[in-house]
């Protein structure tokens, strides 16, 4: 079996405009101790996240750790947002209607498309093994989506205050036969 280790960002400083350098908060810093606690007794093979700051920041202690370097994927990096794009019912309509997106966005069938090549990259390359993935809220529904298309807003808005967030999807192959969620330090959303 493959184990797939995601975990969601810690809380990050939403004043940072450019989102691939946008920091954790301090808050968020110490956070990441939950992340390193929660994978201390996990045997990791292999870790890699996406090139935001964020990301790669809240398992970088956890892949000292376990002696690994991180990788970096592009094709992990969050949905690209538009204008007005953090509200309920922009989430809504994204949802409903995956190929849409606000100007300037990014649709969610484009999110998907490219997490799932990198998900499908990294089980075919890592096989058997235990792998930590840094990753963000709609990168991680949109996987979640793939794999059950019942998980739709209502999921996305569930986990949204999740940072940081661990979830284990277990793999046969490419075929996903567990989910087991690991960790939730609840924040509120901005």
Same mark, same amino acid.
């Given at each position: 079996?493959?184990?797939?280790?995601?975990?969601?960002?810690?809380?990050?400083?939403?004043?940072? $405009?450019? @989102?691939? &350098?946008?920091?954790?908060? %301090?808050? #968020? *810093?110490?956070?990441?101790?939950?992340?390193? !606690?929660? +994978?201390?007794?996990?045997?990791?093979?292999?870790?890699?996240?996406?090139?935001?700051?964020?990301?790669?920041?809240?398992?970088?202690?956890?892949?000292?750790?376990?002696?690994?370097?991180?990788?970096?994927?592009?094709?992990?990096?969050?949905?690209?947002?538009?204008?007005?794009?953090?509200?309920?019912?922009?989430?809504?309509? $994204?949802? @409903?209607? &995956?190929?849409?997106?606000? %100007?300037? #966005? *990014?649709?969610?069938?484009?999110?998907?498309? !490219?997490? +799932?090549?990198?998900?499908?990259?990294?089980?075919?390359?890592?096989?058997?093994?235990?792998?930590?993935?840094?990753?963000?809220?709609?990168?991680?529904?949109?996987?979640?989506?793939?794999?059950?298309?019942?998980?739709?807003?209502?999921?996305?808005?569930?986990?949204?205050?999740?940072?940081?967030?661990?979830?284990?999807?277990?793999?046969?192959?490419?075929?996903?036969?567990?989910?087991?969620?690991?960790?939730?330090?609840?924040?509120?959303?901005?």
């Amino acid at each position: 079996m493959t184990n797939i280790y995601f975990v969601r960002h810690a809380l990050p400083d939403y004043t940072c $405009r450019d @989102a691939a &350098l946008r920091p954790l908060t %301090p808050e #968020g *810093e110490r956070d990441t101790a939950e992340v390193v !606690r929660t +994978m201390k007794n996990i045997h990791l093979d292999y870790a890699i996240s996406s090139p935001y700051k964020r990301s790669y920041d809240t398992i970088k202690e956890t892949a000292d750790d376990h002696g690994l370097k991180i990788d970096i994927d592009d094709r992990l990096h969050e949905r690209i947002s538009g204008k007005d794009s953090n509200n309920k019912e922009m989430f809504r309509r $994204r949802w @409903a209607d &995956l190929s849409f997106c606000e %100007p300037d #966005g *990014e649709c969610l069938q484009s999110v998907m498309d !490219r997490n +799932m090549a990198a998900l499908n990259d990294i089980l075919d390359k890592h096989n058997g093994e235990n792998v930590m993935v840094g990753t963000h809220g709609t990168a991680l529904s949109t996987i979640l989506h793939y794999f059950d298309n019942s998980f739709g807003v209502e999921g996305f808005l569930r986990i949204i205050n999740y940072m940081p967030y661990i979830i284990r999807l277990g793999f046969e192959g490419r075929e996903l036969v567990e989910k087991e969620e690991l960790l939730i330090v609840d924040k509120p959303f901005d």
